[in-house]
Nanobody, 119 residues
């Protein structure tokens, strides 16, 4: 069972930036699709961004041009760079490893990390 540990969340003012990191245990990190999701209390979890095992990326429309997902395969680490943050980006962010190289399916989850955008 893979373990995913997120870090880098916190409180930031509107217009600010944060970078989330997710370290994955195990081998073959580069093979798997990796993603970031977020969830607001009372709402369903939504996909923020995904990076396939072939280094293709896709983003939710709401974060395009502001967020960047990338990985360091040598460090088994997935990143989410978030710029020009807005109050509506406030949520718990989850790291997700897919079961194959695509961005499809569910897979394994980290414990989640809070991001709060507020003045």
């Amino acid at each position: 069972q893979v373990q995913l540990v997120e870090s880098g969340g916190g409180l930031v003012q509107p217009g600010g930036s944060l970078k989330l990191a997710c370290v994955a245990s195990g081998n073959l990190f580069s093979v798997y699709g990796m993603a970031w999701y977020r969830q607001i209390p009372g709402k369903t979890r939504e996909l923020v961004a995904c990076n396939t095992g072939n280094a293709l990326t896709n983003y939710a429309d709401s974060v395009k041009g502001r967020f960047r997902i990338y990985r360091d395969n040598a460090r088994n680490t997935l990143y989410l760079e978030m710029n020009n943050l807005k109050p509506e980006d406030t949520a718990v962010y989850f790291c997700n490893r897919k079961t194959d190289s695509t961005c499809l399916g569910e897979g394994s989850w980290g414990q989640g990390i809070q991001v709060t955008v507020s003045s």
